[in-house]
């Protein structure tokens, strides 16, 4: 059974880093991209970050780059979110999931299974 788990959020202020960490089991993920997206109260769940396992390459939403960093462990097959510069703006939910689709980084929501429970991500002013 597929199981992913993120930790790492928390309160935060303007300006401070917090590093999330999602951690895969059941499977290991060398042909899929994993990615990063999060969801603020009354929005839609929007993509913030990906990579490809197969190459390390990555992709991120223009609001977060220069900020946040994604980064694979593929021998613990546990997926890693640096966010630097934090603002009042990045406080959602993030969730990590898997791109069902071998060989392709998709920024959909609806292309990725596998969601975990989320961690709280909050930047205060």
């Known amino acids: 059974q597929v199981q992913l788990v993120e930790s790492g959020g928390g309160l935060v202020q303007a300006g401070g880093s917090l590093r999330l960490s999602c951690a895969a089991s059941?499977?290991?993920?060398?042909?899929?991209?994993l990615g990063w997206f999060r969801q603020a109260p009354g929005k839609e769940r929007e993509f913030v970050a990906a990579?490809?396992?197969?190459?390390?390459?990555?992709d991120y939403v223009d609001s977060v780059k220069g900020r946040f960093t994604i980064s694979k462990d593929n021998a613990k097959n546990n997926v890693y979110l640096q966010m630097n510069s934090l603002q009042p703006e990045d406080t959602a939910l993030y969730y990590c999931?898997?791109?069902?689709?071998?060989?392709?980084?998709?920024?959909?929501?609806?292309?990725?299974?596998?969601w975990g429970q989320g961690t709280q991500v909050t930047v205060s002013s």
């Open positions: 059941g499977r290991t993920f060398s042909r899929n991209a």
């Open positions: 990579i490809r396992s197969w190459t390390g390459n990555a």
């Open positions: 999931a898997v791109d069902r689709s071998l060989y392709r980084l998709s920024r959909s929501k609806d292309d990725y299974d596998y």
